[in-house]
């Protein structure tokens, strides 16, 4: 089973390093979708035996949520806003993705030095869940629109997301449940404010938001 | 009463009345719906914080749930903030209900999000579990955000969405360190208890420390950032300044103290876990300077009176956080300076919300004589700023005195010269600003507001308070004090 | 008694231009043509060699260097590549470097003599070259090195003996990120398609064949030979990676990767009918992705 959850872990490494070198916001958000759907796998992965009901409503949740909700939520604030479809980067792509590997080889430094407990069922997770985080924060700073800067806001979650999942075997299923709702209404209410933006402003793009000063 | 009743109880009245707001037929009665859901709940909360003040911690419903000394104190410090902010609305939104520019749904809008923020806050403070206090911090963003932007303008927009991605990106933070704190616990706890406060607190010796201090770290920027702790503030002062004065006081009162909180509840357990090596306090030192000295530099230069508002608060939340990370005298002295700096900011955007409406701007240079132009609220933007650069002997004197003094025990003199100097800078630079404002002739065109007698409750209130607090602290305030200090020192 | 190992080199050298014409046949397939013969190579061949060759006088040694470097490279890394997880005729610690650098030789050679001509196109597509084999050069390295990690071995036939099923199922991940590094390797240094598109007819967008634009008579054949077994070669190593069954007969083992070879040779087909060649601009990015494929997969072997 290890080797399927660190085939899972690397697909995020990868789907994170697409969303960094695509220049459609179409594209980023389905890769993003993607990797909902991947994370949603874990839960099932990490668990021994057969799927208890606890992994199946989680893997359900996650997937249905990050898999199918947000990139629907997000695909809509795009359509309805009229958003146009280039990423728009201050950062160019093949930097962007220069950057991600080389916050790639920071976060495996990084997350090699973490003492890991021995319930953790993949020596990766540290790594990519720090490398998730950077993604995100990069995303966040370095994109021009912001509903690049929810996708960078729900790949950071997803990091942390996966880091839970599988470092800890057992968070009640009431927290996690929690945890994705919150992560919902996150993006529910960032779409929105995106939509109130965009009527408001005739755009979207953060750094002309910039009235509030000293 | 048992205690898992009053846990439901003190959830169910936010969750009703957000409900009952939703159903509100006109803009008045979701105004005054919130202010008796909130006295409703203040009752409650403040009962029950007695009897834990005086029978001991209450936990239930299968540890899920905990009110101790420190969560009780909050929820004190909450009910005076909530109370006052909710009648308050209700006279701040007066002429715009009258005119329409509060609409029916603009006003349920309000109430339901500001129960939210109440039942968000209070989750806070009973849960025992620290994933969901953290999925009730970022609730508390989460609902918020839309009560800066009430009335939609560019500028409360843009802090809107600052205030949205900021903080939740900062939450985020949090969560992972929320996770590398029960990781560290995976070789001593069950696997389903490693996210109980109590649990952990309990073994934080035998807790892996290195896990433990990177958590903390995390901890620390992401909650730090919802706290408003320099340098990752940049939020605050959007927020503060757009928001409708109700709302400001609400997020200065105490939006910040319950992100801080979570950090406090972590701090026993890193300082039990490190042989109480100092090492997390000092962090929480550093940050508090810094946030002093940022924001001291701010104050000097600001023009607008609800961001010189605003970097009051991250002075203050500074200062609090200097006084826990000072440690012994330091942390009762924070805790005390808590209350004191609710008290006082509230009062103080009360003010400065009812003379923006008084002047038509928050713009400093363009409020003058505001004594005689609106002569209640000027007394209470005149006391409350005065009381907030520390002017004795008002209690929040009281408490950086104390503050003060705990650098000097701990030997930490660097630390106090630093202190010293932003409280001094602040001191200079907002007084003139203070001085400007109150006296002078009022611009022309300006009708002297006449207040009604609730409004004389809420200024004079907590000035009273205030200076009553700062000649004598009675013996009950004082043993609350120690029981939550004791649990933030983490001493047996 | 002649062995698998010293009938596999000679194997090569025959069949190698066999794989071109697969492909062709397979492209002529799909878009519902008849296509050249199987063994239209062969014959390409045959009558470029019965040719002479014209040589500009502004050329010189360099120039009839090139192809001829081009075809002794390539034999001689048939002899270290080995065939079906037989050692190969020639194996040492480190020959996974020496592979390397053949490949290097050859494309310093037929660069050096694409320059030699003082043809601008043929300036532009040495330019071309040399700048993705900066990038592909790294991704094969890495990837390489990223088998040795799982494998142990640093010699190429250590390496491949030791990719088996079993270390499929343990490190499935790394494996096949390896192998996706490799096949992207593959189809860029031997211009297919989507990076270089082989049956175009306008020298801006060439990248490869550009070079060779002056070559005539036997250098072009020798141009053709070297290029086919370059593609043996690269292909051989995809193959040893994606197909690690192995059967008790050696040369059971050898017909299998022959075959395998020319599966791959079908697949490449498959690929050029249905993608275009992606825009010059894109393909450093191709290549940068197969890079990063190699150093996850290090990454994942790092225990």
């Given amino acids: 089973m290890s080797a399927w959850i660190d085939g899972v872990l690397v697909t995020l490494i990868l789907t994170n390093l697409a969303v960094l070198g695509s220049s459609r916001l179409n594209a980023c958000i389905r890769i993003i979708a993607l990797q909902g759907v991947v994370l949603g796998l874990l839960p099932i992965l990490v668990g021994e035996g057969a799927p208890t009901i606890r992994m199946t409503l989680l893997t359900a949740a996650t997937m249905g949520l990050k898999g199918a909700v947000f990139p629907w939520l997000l695909l809509r604030a795009l359509r309805v806003a009229g958003i146009r479809r280039e990423v728009e980067p201050f950062i160019g792509y093949n930097w962007s993705v220069l950057a991600g590997l080389l916050s790639l080889a920071a976060s495996v430094w990084l997350g090699g030095r973490l003492p890991m407990p021995e319930t953790a069922r993949s020596s990766l997770v540290g790594p990519v869940a720090l490398f998730m985080i950077f993604c995100g924060l990069f995303v966040i700073v370095s994109r021009r629109k912001a509903i690049t800067q929810i996708l960078g806001y729900i790949i950071m979650e997803n990091g942390a997301y996966a880091f839970g999942v599988v470092l800890l075997e057992e968070i009640p299923v009431l927290v996690e449940l929690g945890i994705l709702m919150d992560a919902f209404v996150a993006v529910f209410v960032m779409g929105v404010a995106i939509y109130h933006i965009q009527r408001e402003f005739d755009h979207v793009d953060v750094d002309q938001l910039d009235t509030l000063k000293g | 009463m048992s205690a898992s009743w009053l846990f439901i109880i003190l959830l169910a009245i936010p969750t009703a009345g957000a409900a009952a707001c939703l159903a509100a037929r006109t803009p008045a009665a979701a105004l005054w719906t919130v202010f008796a859901g909130v006295v409703l709940h203040a009752t409650t909360a403040l009962s029950a914080a007695r009897r834990v003040l005086a029978l001991g911690p209450m936990a239930s419903n299968g540890e899920w749930f905990l009110l101790d000394a420190l969560s009780a104190w909050h929820l004190i410090v909450m009910a005076l903030v909530f109370v006052p902010a909710s009648f308050y609305a209700i006279t701040y939104f007066r002429d715009e209900t009258a005119s329409g520019a509060l609409s029916l749904r603009l006003a349920r809008r309000f109430g339901a999000l500001w129960f939210g923020a109440l039942g968000a806050m209070t989750l806070v403070l009973i849960s025992n579990n620290l994933g969901i206090l953290w999925v009730g911090i970022e609730a508390t963003t989460l609902l918020t955000a839309f009560l800066i932007c009430l009335h939609r303008s560019p500028t409360s927009l843009e802090a809107m969405w600052k205030y949205l991605i900021i903080c939740s990106v900062g939450v985020a933070f949090a969560f992972m360190g929320t996770l590398f704190v029960a990781a560290s616990a995976s070789r001593t706890l069950e696997p389903g208890d490693a996210l109980l406060w109590t649990k952990l607190l309990d073994v934080a010796g035998s807790l892996d420390r290195v896990m433990l201090e990177v958590g903390f770290i995390f901890l620390l920027v992401g909650y730090g950032t919802k706290a408003g702790l320099a340098p990752m503030h940049t939020w605050l002062p959007d927020a503060h300044s757009q928001a409708p004065a109700p709302v400001s006081a609400l997020f200065s009162g105490f939006l910040l103290n319950s992100a801080l909180y979570c950090v406090l509840r972590y701090l026993p357990i890193l300082e039990r876990a490190t042989d109480y090596s100092g090492w997390a306090p000092r962090l929480l030192v550093v940050f508090g300077l810094i946030s002093i000295l940022i924001s001291a530099a701010f104050i000097i230069f600001q023009h607008d009176l609800k961001r010189l508002l605003a970097y009051h608060s991250v002075e203050h939340i500074g200062i609090i956080t200097l006084g826990f990370g000072l440690g012994g005298l330091g942390v009762f002295a924070a805790l005390f300076h808590t209350l004191n700096h609710s008290l006082c900011k509230t009062l103080a955007f009360f003010s400065a919300g009812r003379l923006g409406q008084v002047y038509g701007t928050h713009d400093m240079s363009r409020i003058s004589g505001a004594l005689r132009a609106a002569p209640l609220w000027g007394l209470g933007l005149f006391a409350s700023l005065l009381a907030l650069i520390g002017v004795a002997p008002f209690a929040i004197f009281m408490s950086e005195f104390q503050i003060a003094k705990a650098a000097v025990d701990d030997a930490a003199y660097v630390p106090l010269a630093l202190f010293l100097l932003g409280g001094g800078v602040v001191f200079i630079g907002a007084l003139r600003h203070v001085v400007l404002m109150a006296w002078g002739a009022p611009p022309d065109g300006t009708r002297p507001e006449r207040a009604c007698s609730c409004e004389w409750l809420l200024v004079w209130l907590p000035l009273l308070a205030l200076l009553g607090l700062g000649l004598w602290m009675p013996h009950s305030l004082y043993d609350a004090l120690s029981q939550a200090s004791a649990i933030v020192g983490g001493h047996p | ?303």
């Fill in chain 3, 1 to 303: 008694m002649i062995e698998p190992r010293h009938a596999a080199p000679l194997l090569a050298l025959a069949l190698a231009p066999l794989m071109t014409g697969i492909i062709n046949r397979t492209k002529a397939f799909f878009a519902g043509r008849q296509g050249p013969p199987l063994l239209q190579a062969y014959f390409d061949l045959w009558k470029l060699l019965r040719k002479g060759a014209v040589y500009s006088r502004a050329t010189t040694w360099v120039f009839r260097a090139g192809p001829m470097v081009g075809v002794a490279t390539g034999a001689a890394a048939l002899l270290i590549v080995p065939l079906g997880g037989e050692p190969a005729l020639l194996a040492f610690p480190g020959d996974i470097l020496l592979l390397a650098g053949l490949l290097a030789l050859a494309r310093f050679f037929i660069i050096a003599a694409a320059l030699d001509t003082g043809s601008a196109f043929e300036g532009m597509g040495a330019s071309r070259e040399a700048q993705f084999s900066a990038l592909a050069e790294p991704a094969l390295l890495l990837s390489l090195a990223a088998l040795a990690r799982l494998t142990g071995g640093l010699s190429l036939s250590d390496l491949f003996r030791d990719i088996t099923p079993a270390a499929w199922v343990e490190n499935g991940p790394a494996l096949a990120l390896a192998a996706a590094a490799l096949v992207i390797v593959f189809l860029a240094e031997n211009a297919r398609i989507p990076v270089d598109d082989p049956n175009t007819h306008l020298e801006l967008t060439m990248i490869h064949e550009v070079m060779v634009l002056d070559h005539g008579g036997p250098d072009f054949a020798y141009v053709l030979y070297g290029a086919a077994l370059k593609l043996w070669v690269l292909g051989a190593l995809v193959i040893g990676v994606l197909v690690p069954w192995r059967g008790p007969n050696p040369w059971a083992n050898l017909a299998a990767v022959v075959a395998g070879l020319f599966v791959l040779s079908v697949a490449v087909g498959v690929v050029e009918s249905c993608m275009a060649r992606l825009r010059l601009l894109r393909v450093p990015q191709l290549l940068t992705v197969a890079g990063v494929f190699a150093a996850l997969a290090i990454i994942l072997l790092r225990r």
